[in-house]
């Protein structure tokens, strides 16, 4: 595939920036977006940025219907000398494709899209807030369009991506949540669709997380969809523990979603000479450990709140309180050394961060 030359049209009107100090995620969006369509005589074409704006879509089309759609999820942050920065793009360009495999979407060249991204920052760098804690959220997704009623891959689509100036995801910012271990919903099968970022498996997690809810649970930890038996993820997040000093985390079956957080927590865990293990992780084990005092950590790890630790989990009637319902050590130290990394505040020894060129713009 060869990177396509992308066109722009700026917005004639600007809209008012959020109160930086007072941002939720994912509310607000910037004045411009990238798109790009694709049909099956001319693939993908047509790369653009546009004014923010609808978009005006047949009601058959098919994503409304049978959902073949992907998305993703990153951060870009302007650090203190006011570079631009992103974190390991091509890793999430690379896992939207491979979600394209698994929807029967067409593959898209990672160039083309990184190259609409830095375009899209280039324009909307004032939108990106500098406080702490907070991020210019990119949502790039694909819809499949084509009006038919049909159930099959769809002949066209759209590739779009957003941007939304965030705070942290959870009200609870790094504070610990207390979570809930969902024994009756599962979100994903081995053989399914759990390792792709695709719509349907937010949608299916939704009912347990509103049980969760109403009984003040934040999220909740979802087993296997076999055995109910093994813990796979937590909420929208990969999931960690720390028990008897050996930090551990479910090892990807199929149906967990390979999370770049989740490969940079194990990264830099390793870095930091740490013993860690991905493997196979029974509900029945962590309550045991917990019995025995040796569940000493949990958190989840995620592109949206970076690394939440757990304080409490609820199985049936049992309550386990983690590490005195406080953040734990190596949960602390992901979250600063990470975000450090990503706002460019810390050395970044790995080349994860990837700066936008602000001086040139190519519009
Ligand atoms: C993430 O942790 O980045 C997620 O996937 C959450 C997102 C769906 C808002």
Known sequence: MTKQTISVQLSQTKKQKPDPNRLEFGRVFTDHMFVMDYSAENGWHDPRIVPYQPIEMDPAAMVYHYGQSVFEGLKAYVSDDGKVLLFRPEKNVERLNKSNDRLCIPRVDPDTVLDGLKQLLQIEKEWIPAAEGTSLYIRPFIISTEP???????????????????????????????????????????????NAKTAGNY????????????????????????????????????IFFKIDGEIVTPALNGSILEGITRNSVLYLLKQWGLPVTEKKISVDELIQAHKDGLLEEAFGTGTAAVISPVGELIWKDESLVINGGETGEIAKKLYDTITGIQKGALPDPFGWTVEVDTVTQSC
């Open 148 to 194: 038919y009623l049909g159930v099959a891959p769809s002949k066209t689509y759209k590739l779009l991506i957003i941007l939304s100036p965030v705070g942290s995801y959870y009200k609870e910012g790094i504070q610990p949540v207390k979570i809930a271990v969902e024994s009756e919903f599962v979100r994903a099968v081995t053989g399914g669709t759990g």
């Open 203 to 238: 949608a299916a997690s939704l009912k347990a997380q509103e049980v969760a809810e109403s009984k003040g649970f934040s999220q909740v930890l979802w087993l296997d969809g076999v055995e109910k038996k093994y813990i796979e993820e937590v909420g929208s997040m990969n």
